[in-house]
Each structure stands twice: as C-alpha cells, then as structure tokens.
C-alpha cells in the first residue's frame, strides 16, 4: 500500500513564484487535510475537506489554496510565495465515520521560499 | 479548544518502560484523546488514541484518569527506534468536519542506549 504520498519531497521558490504541492492517497479517505511544521514546533492546521467538493479553512489559511475534485488528490496551492510560508508541509487523510479516528500522514514537503 | 500540556523533554534507557504523562484539564466529554509520534524528518505516526477507558494496541497503552483530565501513553519496552516526539492531542468527535488536531509542541523523547 503507498497509504498517503507526497510530491515533491523538496522544493526552493523565489518570492512571488507560485507551485502546487500534490497529495494523493490510495485508501478511498473521505478525510483529507494539509498541515504545516515550523521549526520546533507542533503541526498546525492550513485547509481541509470532508469529501470531493468540499474544502474549508483551517487555522492558517491565508496564501494558500486548495480544491478537491476527486477522492484520492487534494492538491495545495501557493500563489505568491513568500519567505513565511517556508516550512515543511504534510498531507494526511483518514477514513469516514467516527470510529475512524487514525490520520495517515505522507512523508511531509520541506519548502523554502526564498 | 481544550488543550493539552505535556513536558518538554524526557530521557528514558533502552528496554525500559516509558510513561509519557500528558495534562488536559479542560477536556470535554466529546474529546477524543490521541497520541502521535513523529521520528526524525518523517511525518506524524498514530500510536493509539481513547475515550475513556484505558487501551492498548501493538504499539502502546493508553491509560485515562478517571476523570479524564490526565492521560498516560505506556511504552512497555523501549527501544531506539521509540526516540521521537511524541504529541498528545484532543480531538472533538462529535462536531461533524472538525478535523482541526492542536499537536502543540510535544515531549521529545531520548532513549539511552
């Protein structure tokens, strides 16, 4: 199973580039959600979806976009890079209904924005 | 959101039991009681999460006060590869889309060979 992955793992942006990160998952999720990391701390939340179609903001949302057009993908997009949005980025999804409560995280996406 | 604290740090020998202790005073009765870990440029890992009554798993125990405003994740035996940061997180089941996990900044922890 390749469960939850992320591309590409590393990537360098000049302010104002824009790029997309890709999330894809094979275990059919109705759940997925993008987190970022900073250095030294916690992981907290940019955008999420409940199911194709669906998406809602998180706690950090703005410069960042998102769309769910199919199950599986749930691309994040930048617009306008800037230099506070390097960090590293994970992508993670879980399966529908309450007792379903384990997130599958992908191996993360290390940014930096020059 | 209800939030947790957990020590920073915290230095445990190899093939020894570890009790990483986490605070939530403020829990509600709908919060879920997660743990993750995250080893070294890898990505978050589930290890076991709980309502109210005590769990285990593969991986780990997850012992729950009674009054559900403290938790304890048990490793039973442990091992260099247990060295992580290890998040303790509240999650309310209850409200349907809420997907927002507070990780907070974890205990971190050290296995001595």
């Known amino acids: 199973n390749a469960g939850v992955t992320q591309t590409p793992k590393f990537q360098v942006l000049k302010t104002g580039q824009s790029m997309t990160l890709q999330c894809a998952q094979d275990?059919?999720?109705?759940?997925m959600s993008w987190y970022r990391q900073d250095p030294g701390m916690g992981l907290r939340l940019i955008h999420y979806s409940v199911g194709a179609g669906i998406t809602d903001q998180g706690e950090v949302p703005n410069g960042y976009n998102v769309s769910r057009s199919t199950t599986e993908d749930f691309p994040l997009r930048l617009l306008s890079a800037a230099p506070s949005q390097t960090s590293v980025y994970f992508c993670?999804?879980?399966?529908?209904?309450?007792?379903?409560?384990?997130?599958?995280f992908g191996s993360g996406t290390q940014l930096s924005v020059l | 959101d209800a939030k947790t604290t957990q020590p920073n740090s915290m230095e445990s020998n190899e093939e020894e039991p570890v009790h990483l202790p986490c605070n939530h005073s403020?829990?509600?009765?709908?919060?879920?009681i997660h743990w993750y870990r995250q080893l070294p440029s890898q990505g978050p890992e589930y290890v076991i999460h709980g309502l109210t009554s005590n769990v285990n798993n593969r991986m780990a125990s997850l012992a729950i006060a009674e009054d559900r405003k403290s938790s304890t994740l048990i490793l039973h035996r442990a091992t260099l590869r247990d060295a992580a940061v290890y998040y303790c997180?509240?999650?309310?089941?209850?409200?349907?889309?809420?997907?927002?996990?507070?990780f907070g900044t974890g205990t971190r922890l050290t296995i001595i060979p």
């Open positions: 403020t829990i509600s009765g709908t919060d879920y």
């Open positions: 993670a999804s879980r399966a529908d209904g309450t007792l379903n409560e384990k997130l599958f």
């Open positions: 997180i509240l999650r309310d089941a209850v409200n349907f889309g809420n997907e927002k996990l507070t």
């Open positions: 275990m059919n999720h109705e759940y």
